[in-house]
């Protein structure tokens, strides 16, 4: 089995800052992509940001240039620093790792969702 545990959620006032980290654990052998998305209730769930095991970023244009993803590989750990907050960021964020399993193969994950507040 494999975990994602995310943390770092709150309730932040417009420009400020938070910053997300999200470790895996379990029966792992090999972590790809890991990555970021949110969820507002009744809409779909959308791309923040992603990372390849080289350390190679990818943005949604929304955040570029406000929000940094990066991972630390030996910790099996990705982070999300969040600057200059909106209102328009208030969401649920998830994290997602693609990962090679030693049971079950390679399969997405999902961490259980921390919830990111930013007040106007």
């Known amino acids: 089995q494999v975990q994602l545990a995310e943390s770092g959620g709150g309730l932040v006032q417009a420009g400020g800052s938070l910053r997300l980290s999200c470790a895996a654990s379990g029966s792992i052998i090999r972590i790809n992509d890991m990555g970021w998305y949110r969820q507002v209730s009744g809409k779909q769930r959308e791309l923040v940001a992603t990372?390849?095991?080289?350390?190679?970023?990818d943005y949604a244009d929304s955040v570029k240039g406000r929000f940094t993803i990066s991972r630390d590989n030996a910790k099996m750990t990705v982070f999300l620093q969040m600057n200059s907050l909106e209102p328009g960021d208030t969401a649920v964020y998830y994290c997602?790792?693609?990962?090679?399993?030693?049971?079950?193969?390679?399969?997405?994950?999902w961490g259980q969702g921390t919830q990111v507040t930013v007040s106007s």
């Open positions: 990372i390849t095991s080289g350390g190679s970023p």
């Open positions: 997602n790792a693609n990962v090679w399993n030693r049971w079950s193969g390679y399969g997405d994950y």
